[in-house]
């Protein structure tokens, strides 16, 4: 037994608790320091704030990791910068490695062309480069990374969705086991050190092999967040199960991405020709989601754009034909990133009890008027995008994550562009926010006794210092009324079921 006192306790069942006593991995105590029982041990908090862990809903632990540790290219602008950074990067490493970056956003350039095949091929001395960008819907690749792929015949170096599958696989294939694990531990690390209890690892064909899905599996809990697996692959509930899987989603693709221009939309862009990519009809949804239903698998989709979120919502229609309305709720099936949805999709979202797995940190990069989503959809559809606000207002359950490496692993940022997004209509408070980030992922996998610090729950819990003060329990993070920008706080410690899995 353990005893944590001095601290101050975001609880609903005890709001003034100074201490708290974790027994077999939960919670059995929580009061004053003065009538707290004997224990083990004692941590004094130093008068800390302890609140449950975060959840984040949606990684992909293997590109985390190598973004990380690896080429950063988020702060490029421009092509002739973008190859200064593989050039510098490649000079150190062997002539026969793959470069591999991540994070470059055109939509940000003054000149939004970026460079070719052989000049990507001239800056790296002769290495294959791959280079993801934002969204990891497309990548740039060397004129040699193209030659490896023989499979396809892309118009250019800047591949999307199925040709930039192939061409990832060659790329990430080049990893060892060893530097694969060590990546994915780097990430579950960082995780662990921003107050991450748990993550869902999201993997699939295109996205990642099952060799490294099951790798991540493997670290779950060893001194690191609990990870649960999704396995994207349409019409494989049973693989999924089989790969130790939680469900048959994730990054099941049913269209692309805004950025790359391969969501699946209504209408066209306005930056470029056509309505983006799908992969998923409705009636292909529904049959996978009856599959999941019959053995007890919980099922989802990645969609993005408007047309592909409304036909994976007539899938879950066609499956509540068949086998009922309340059977399909009780799977918490999911839809994972939900961005452009409008108020029909939301209730239809509550009628089957869809779990929205989302990214608020999307909107603070690319909403609003004038930022990729507005260059992509026009401003009146960039600012229609992301609903969180509304989707929580509408009864959605909310999960919120970051799909790192597209987003950093910051927990409280997602809160943060939840409560402020770009377009104020679609705002929710803070302590809703932060309940969508931490018992909102929970309740996505089907876990009921986590994310609340109340007797009996999980004791999974952070402790963080708060430069700014607390403002209705919780750390102060939006700016006051002189503008004023709160320091975020700090996680000084991380607990999973009552392990420390982080400590500063």
């Excluded at 302890?50 to 293997?62: G, K, L, S, W, Y």
């Excluded at 919120?400 to 940022?413: Q, R």
Aim: aromatic letters at 6%.
């Amino acid at each position: 037994m353990v005893l944590f006192k001095g601290g101050r306790f975001y609880s609903a069942a005890d709001p003034r608790a100074t201490a708290m006593l974790v027994r077999d991995g939960r919670i059995g105590w929580l009061g004053a320091d003065g009538d707290a029982p004997s224990a083990d041990r004692v941590v004094d908090l130093g008068g800390g704030l302890v609140t449950p862990a975060f959840v984040d809903a949606h990684i992909h632990a293997t590109d985390t990791g190598l973004a990380a540790d690896g080429l950063d290219l988020s702060g490029v602008r421009s092509a002739g910068e973008l190859l200064d950074a593989v050039a510098g990067f490649a000079a150190g490493k062997a002539s026969d490695a793959v470069v591999l970056g991540h994070g470059w956003d055109e939509s940000t350039w003054l000149v939004q062309s970026p460079p070719s095949g052989e000049e990507l091929e001239k800056a790296a001395g002769g290495r294959r480069v791959y280079l993801s960008q934002a969204s990891v819907h497309s990548a740039l690749v060397s004129s040699s990374m193209l030659a490896a792929c023989p499979q396809i015949n892309p118009t250019s170096n800047w591949v999307r969705e199925n040709e930039h599958h192939a061409v990832r696989a060659v790329a990430l294939g080049s990893l060892t086991p060893q530097q694969r694990t060590d990546a994915q531990r780097t990430a579950l690390r960082l995780a662990a050190s921003r107050g991450v209890a748990s993550v869902h690892e999201c993997g699939g064909p295109g996205t990642s092999s099952e060799a490294d899905f099951q790798s991540v599996l493997r670290l779950s809990g060893d001194g690191l967040p609990r990870v649960f697996g999704y396995w994207g692959e349409l019409g494989g509930a049973v693989r999924a199960r089989d790969l130790g899987a939680v469900g048959a989603g994730g990054d099941l693709y049913a269209d692309g991405a805004l950025g790359s221009r391969t969501a699946s939309v209504r209408s066209a862009y306005v930056d470029g020709p056509g309505c983006g990519e799908a992969f998923v009809t409705a009636e292909q949804a529904g049959a996978h989601l009856l599959e999941c239903v019959e053995l007890g698998v919980q099922g989802g989709f990645h969609a993005i754009g408007d047309a592909a979120i409304e036909a994976v919502l007539e899938g879950f229609a066609i499956a509540a034909r068949a086998v009922g309305v309340d059977r399909v709720r009780e799977g918490r099936h999911r839809i994972e990133h939900v961005e452009l949805a409008d108020k029909a999709m939301i209730a239809r979202m509550v009628e089957f009890g869809v779990v929205a797995s989302v990214q608020p940190v999307f909107d603070a990069l690319w909403g609003g008027p004038d930022r990729m989503y507005a260059q992509r959809l026009g401003v009146e559809r960039a600012l229609a995008t992301n609903p969180i606000g509304a989707m929580y207002a509408t009864g959605v359950t909310l999960a919120f994550g970051s799909d790192s490496p597209v987003t950093p692993l910051d927990p409280w940022a997602a809160v943060v562009a939840a409560a402020a997004p770009r377009n104020p209509v679609y705002r929710m408070g803070v302590r809703s926010a932060f309940g969508a980030s931490t018992r909102g992922g929970w309740r996505a996998v089907g876990v009921d006794d986590a994310g609340v610090l109340a007797p009996g729950a999980q004791a999974t819990f952070a402790v963080w210092e708060t430069p700014s003060g607390l403002d209705g329990g919780l750390p102060a993070l939006l700016p006051d009324v002189d503008d004023v920008v709160p320091e975020r706080p700090v996680c000084r410690r991380t607990v999973l079921s009552g392990e420390t899995i982080f400590e500063e």
